[in-house]
């Protein structure tokens, strides 16, 4: 057998580099989530009440804040420069996204669509004729061009019809009617409005800068059709109290889709604040004002407008330079003493609106009730244009898509009051975000607010608590609560509770953040893959301050009370190492803690807990030696604008294959080491998590596409909407439980090679699963695995699939020595390793390069399981300078 594995050959434009076939799985999966920096393998010796502090602003995996995107686009309203990565904030994609293909969704994709569709409507409008001069005729008259159909209204549209054939219950009379209208408008007001809407929201826009030409042939026309007022009928709804209570808009007896200017801008603070800063200057020093930057202009001008007459409350106009003023202007004038202010501002809005010129934006209310429909559609409330786009483009993609049940479930809220009270959640828990995380320390004053947020939902909180266990007991089955329950407002609410812990923790206020944590725990619906991390605090707690803060002591003896609390801490150890939904993850620093309050308890050796079985292996250290390439151009030396050096660095790879030149390549240090461990009879990928996702979809494919209702909305989807949730493993336990014994039995080359020979000649679209590794090099590979390591970390990936695909190590390596191969050990191995091989992952590892919080987790993980890590530290034995 050859000692060397190839990487995975090409297929069509597939690149047959192992590292690009996990691109190509990171660009389907999207990358992991970033996760904040919390220690999983620190001593519990030197835990403090800060200790886990990072873990309560942990990404929940799922359905968290509400962020609308602004989009950086241009403001002649031409976006062929915007940049689809330059966001003011991360985007994380909707649960829909995530399902998807990767799809192209660039302007080609974008323009290949409208091309598509404007043909089919030329071509239906006119008499059938010959396929070639029909084709002719269209080139001729050029009528697939921009005008005649865009796939952002297209988009846009599909979203609205779709929600509104089957949740249509969830709006009320006066917002059918604003549906109705929508309908009615012509392509061209339709298209503007789309545009706009995907644009910075609640902000004027310059008619003049608007653009767009090329799509509308009339810009005005446009314009006066969404400006028009429409009337609105009565609503009678008995519920309108409530919902203003959660809702803070409304939409009156009439609407307009877009507002103009000169009804809505009234203060100089607003019109003031259109201007750029060239503009702004220019008409500063025409009032004789002066500031350092935009903001100090913009406080100088309005508070000067405020105090200076202009020069219409003096009774002086342009076309009166010789004359006295009109004797009915001056009567006007003494008998309204507010027209002197009244004037002063007109005048300097007058000039603003002559530098701006018209102005249009979105009305709020309709807009608003727009973002509604798309959270009922996208079951999100994060989308971009190119959530708006990627489920059409899904559509034209020529790709095989596994077979399920498509269900679009219409119970997702039950009812409107339900959908507003998720919305309204969703607006407390971005107010709490906001002041944890997106403006910098809170501080104090910050920490306040925070709680103060959490106390005012506290006891809906609590009561839709009960209601959902109701619920739970007696209503659902089949395990469609699990991702019903994350459209509950309870959901937000939970999280809004587990900041609410950190901020009491941060305020030393460890008695609440007891009561609070037991609180959490004491429910078993939301946020379950939280639980661990609420059991790790709890125990510190009573192991560290409950002692102290306990109202009802149960000795004065300080000794004793201590110990007390420490066989509480204890208990709650054991619960978490029972309780099936705290992850794997957890278990080492909850079996450190409560061996060591054992030993402090002096408890029995007998009697004490032996983890033995699972007792971490520390990683082997490992030193290649190589050629480092070091450019002389110091532009590919620095990082990116903003960023330090790049840690990324070059190789000459003398053990590998030679290039087409014969001279050895020029590779990464990954691939220089694997190419080290290649001439040591290791096979092996550089291929970080690709190869462990691409495991996890052949293994548990059937577990992936089993029924579960809610969670196949389209048929274009590569996995469950949940599995990138909390909400995954609850629904599944069974079925996930019974494929890891299956997989601990022996099973997992048997599930791997039916799931390849039904799917690999369709190359069937499915999360994680890259076509382009080897069948045979799989098979080998979960063979020498070993069932039971390979279980555990499906396991892993199965409890928390979207935040476990970052850390993997870089290289993933497998043999079968001969009977006669040494050990590691320097004995002679000649038993079951022997026969069977070894698997043994590698992070690679360069100067000034250092092992990450998530890399130290799957480092865990894996010795855990009994699988060999090593950490292959690259030196450089002779650095060369190339140009």
Known sequence: MDRFVKRPKPSGSRSPLASSSVNSSRKQDGPPAKKPRVDQVRDS??????????????????????????????????????????????????????SLPAVPTDKAAIKEYEVIRASQASQSSQPKQ????????????????????????????????????????????????????????????????????????????????????????????AIENLLESRGLPEDQSSDLESVREMQQWSLGDSFAFADDSESCIK?????????????????????????????????????????QSGLLSLGLRRSSTHGSTDSQDSQSRDASPEKPDLNRNAHFLTKIFVITGPLIRLSEPVFKLFERVHLVFYRSTEWTEKSLTTIILAKMARRNFPEYLVCRSSNIFSSRRDLLEFEHSMRQEFEVDKILEFNGPPGEEGFQRALAVFEVIAERWRELLREEQKREDNVYEFGEGGYLRRFNAAHAYTRIAHKAAHVFGRLHRHKEEHDLLTELLGQRLFHPARRGFWYQRKALLEERYMWELDPTPISSDSEIQKKHWQRIAATTCETALEDRDCHLIYHHDLQKRLLKLEKRLRIPRRLQHDF????????????????????????????????????????LDELGEPGEDGKPCHVSVE??????????????????????????????????????????????QTCPLDLHTDAFF???????????????????????????????????????LNWDFEVEDLAELVNRFGGEALAAVCKVMAQDYKSRGGGVPDLVLWRTPSPSTTTPDGDKDDGEKGSKGEVMFAEVKSANDRLSDTQRLWIHVLTGAGIRVALCNAVAKEVRTIS
């Not at 350092?292 to 913009?298: F, I, Q, R, S, T």
Request: glycine share 8%; aromatic share 8%.
């Open 45 to 98: 010796e030197d835990d403090d009440d800060d200790s886990s502090r990072a873990e309560y602003d942990g990404d929940d995996g799922g359905m968290a804040v509400a962020h609308r995107q602004a989009l950086k686009i241009d403001q002649n309203g031409d976006d062929s420069e915007f940049d689809e990565d330059d966001l003011s904030m991360p985007h994380r994609k909707t649960a829909i996204e995530s």
């Open 130 to 221: 010959d396929t070639e001069s029909g084709t002719a005729a269209r080139l001729e008259n050029r009528q697939w061009v921009r005008g005649k159909s865009s796939i952002y209204v297209d988009a846009f549209n599909l979203a609205l019809d779709t929600v509104l054939e089957d949740e249509a219950h969830l709006f009320d009379k006066k917002e059918r009617r604003v549906f109705e209208q929508w309908r009615n408008l012509g392509y061209e007001a339709q298209y503007l409005y789309v545009r706009l809407f995907l644009r910075k929201t609640a902000s004027w826009h310059r008619v003049e800068r608007l653009g767009y030409h090329s799509d509308i042939s009339d810009v005005g026309l």
């Open 267 to 307: 203060t100089m603070d607003e019109a003031a604040s259109l201007l750029s800063l060239d503009e702004l200057k220019t008409l500063a020093k025409e009032a004789k004002v002066q500031g350092k930057n935009k903001a100090d202009l913009l406080k100088s001008f309005c508070r000067t407008s405020a105090r």
């Open 612 to 651: 033995g079985h699972v007792k971490l292996r520390q990683p082997e250290e490992h030193t290649v030696q190589g050629i480092q390439l070091v450019r002389d151009d110091e532009a590919e030396v620095k990082g990116k604008a903003g960023r330090g050096p790049s840690t990324k660095t070059t190789w």
């Open 671 to 716: 691939d220089m080491c694997l190419s080290h461990y290649r001439s040591e009879g290791w096979k092996g990928y550089h291929s970080e998590g690709g190869i462990l996702r691409t495991l996890f979809a052949y293994l548990f494919y059937d577990v992936l596409f089993v029924y579960i209702p809610n969670v196949f909305q389209t048929a274009f």
């Open 730 to 768: 609850p629904a599944r336990v069974s079925e996930v439980n019974h494929r890891l014994v299956e997989i601990a039995n022996g099973g997992a080359e048997r599930l791997l090679r039916e799931v390849d020979a039904r799917g690999r000649e369709r190359r069937t679209c499915v999360v994680g």
